[in-house]
């Protein structure tokens, strides 16, 4: 799930699905199931772009481990 938030996070624009599956590896399902949850926790917003596209916002970047991150606490 975090490969998927920070492809979304590096996107200059909100990334789609084929975006997001060109450029993070891994199978189809498995990217889907993720993008799910992160929608379901806040993570991301979805919503309608250009010819039927789903746009992926970021709200907050996910991280497995948050204390990692330089400058965390």
Known sequence: MERNSRCVEDSPNPPSFRK???L???KEENLRAAIFVLEADGFLSIKAGAR???EHHLIEPYRVNPSTEPGAA
């Open 20 to 22: 997001i599956k060109q």
């Open 52 to 54: 039927n596209a789903n």
């Open 24 to 26: 993070v590896s891994g």
